[in-house]
Every structure is written in C-alpha cells, then in structure tokens.
C-alpha cells in the first residue's frame, strides 16, 4: 500500500512539473496582449462593483461606501 503512495507522489510531481515551461523573448509579445490579462477592462469592472454595491447595500472589499440599497449611486 505504501508503494502505491510513492507512485502515486511520484506521478503527481512529474505532471507538475511538466506544466513549467519557459517563455522565449519572442513569446512575451503573445503573452502581452490586452486579452491575457487578468482583467482585461478595469473601469467596467470598477463601475459593475460600484453599481452592484449600491444596489445590493452592501460594501465589499474595497472599503467604498454603499449606497442605500435603492439603485442610486
């Protein structure tokens, strides 16, 4: 049973770090672009969190004030 374990570790950490990989200077131009990024529009963000705050009455973890609840800003 404990054989198995190892195995098991052992199959864990190959796959692991087979999903490492290094990135050619010529790849960082793919990897730049607008869309890889995590969140690609961040006002529109920031405007869906204000609006969802206010009308939900609810602050979140941007310590912003929130509205009453009624869809006003």
């Given at each position: ?20 990989s290094s990135v050619e ?49």
């Amino acid at each position: 049973m404990e054989k198995a374990w190892h195995l098991l570790l052992v199959l864990a950490v190959s796959i692991s770090i087979s999903g490492c990989s290094s990135v050619e200077p010529w790849q960082r131009g793919t990897l730049a672009k607008k869309q890889m990024d995590i969140n690609p529009r961040p006002l529109h963000s920031k405007l869906r969190q204000h609006v969802q705050n206010s009308r939900e009455a609810a602050s979140g973890g941007d310590a912003a004030a929130a509205g009453g609840g009624c869809g006003c800003y």
